[in-house]
């Protein structure tokens, strides 16, 4: 089992979550964290850091998020690790409530 960073991340990207993760497994895209999977220890110290509830456990994945295993696997492979808390983008805020962001996910 691992967490995941889904859905609600994309465009707000909050780095709350990054400072508590023992392992650095968190990485940073343009717009988005991820987590890799394969680093991921299961502490669960991130998920309640997360204010917009964007990081689960795999055994949590609702059924319209199952593709975010293999997201979080791919780019995770792809972009650098993020390990200290940076300002979050200045609309974050506005992209909270939004739904269905994917079309919005940055490589």
């Known amino acids: 089992m691992t967490f995941l960073v889904t859905e609600p991340c994309i465009k707000c990207k909050y780095t709350d979550c990054v400072e508590v993760c023992p392992v650095d497994c968190f990485h940073e895209g343009p717009n988005m ?7 991921c220890i299961d502490c669960a110290m991130c998920e309640t850091e997360c204010p917009v509830e964007a990081i689960v456990s795999e055994d949590d994945l609702a059924e319209d998020q199952h593709d975010f295993l293999e997201i979080n696997e791919r780019y995770s492979a792809k972009w650098p690790v993020i390990t200290s ?15 269905n962001k994917r079309d919005y996910l940055e490589e």
């Open 33 to 39: 964290l991820v987590i890799d999977p394969e680093e």
């Open 85 to 99: 808390i940076k300002p979050a983008p200045e609309d974050a805020k506005d992209w909270e409530t939004v739904k």
